[in-house]
């Protein structure tokens, strides 16, 4: 597609609830960021990959977040027993590799709010 | 850990006024970015800056990085209502995999 597309745009559930949220990158880019925005702050990184595989998961808060990405191209963030601190706008990213200049490029979001 | 932080968090101007964001950061070396954010929607890149003294300008925008001192620089020419949103400055560090860390925002209103 033209953009970086993310599925739901918008998630409503309850505390304890298993949430997925869907990333497709732009065609053609091998890097794929995942951040979260709580309200009034700026972007806080989750986890990167580079092709398939996680190269920096080092932001992911605990181990009810998972994230893959099997084929290389399209990401599912995963999260567990959901909490009420959990509710924020997942942003995810893509760039053309991760040696390019770094410019990513941000989808729309999925705003999950945990009840 | 790498800091980075902007001022002013809020401002309001009036149009054709003229105004400068600071983004100042903790890291020795780094690649800077900017990006602005309309409410309830994503994060749009303005500039990338990649090395000491870069210099980019878009219409109204120009930003500007200084590595040495750590300081990145938005300025507005003046402004139009158009550009009322919030701006963001990012950094980073340069190793393998572009992870960003962001400044707070600047909340900027222009008013008619």
């Known amino acids: 597609g033209a953009g970086v597309s993310q599925t739901p745009s918008n998630k409503v559930t309850e505390k304890g609830k298993y949430v997925e949220l869907r990333c497709d990158p732009i065609?053609?880019?091998?890097?794929l960021y995942w951040y979260r925005q709580s309200l009034g702050q700026g972007p806080e990184f989750l986890i990167y990959?580079?092709?398939?595989?996680?190269?920096?998961d080092s932001g992911l808060p605990n181990d009810r977040f998972f994230a893959v990405r099997p084929e290389g191209s399209v990401s599912t963030l995963k999260i567990q027993r959901t909490e009420r601190g959990d509710s924020a706008v997942y942003l995810c990213?893509?760039?053309?590799?991760?040696?390019?200049?770094?410019?990513?490029?941000f989808g729309e979001g999925s705003r999950l709010t945990v009840l | 850990e790498l800091k980075v932080e902007q001022n002013p968090l809020f401002l309001s101007m009036q149009e054709g006024k003229n105004y400068t964001i600071y983004c100042n950061y903790s890291?020795?070396?780094?690649?800077l970015y900017w990006y602005r954010q309309d409410p309830g929607k994503s994060l749009e890149s303005l500039f990338v800056?990649?090395?000491?003294?870069a210099v980019k300008q878009e219409g109204r925008l120009m930003a500007s990085l200084d590595t040495k001192a750590r300081l990145s620089t938005l300025h507005i020419t003046a402004a139009v209502h158009d550009l009322s949103a919030t701006y963001f400055c990012?950094?980073?560090?340069?190793?393998?995999?572009?992870?960003?860390?962001f400044g707070e925002g600047t909340q900027l209103t222009v008013n008619p």
């Open positions: 800056l990649l090395s000491n003294g």
């Open positions: 065609s053609g880019h091998t890097a």
């Open positions: 990012a950094v980073d560090q340069g190793r393998s995999g572009s992870r960003l860390t």
């Open positions: 890291t020795t070396s780094a690649r």
């Open positions: 990213a893509s760039s053309l590799n991760a040696a390019n200049t770094g410019e990513l490029f």
């Open positions: 990959f580079q092709g398939t595989g996680a190269a920096d």
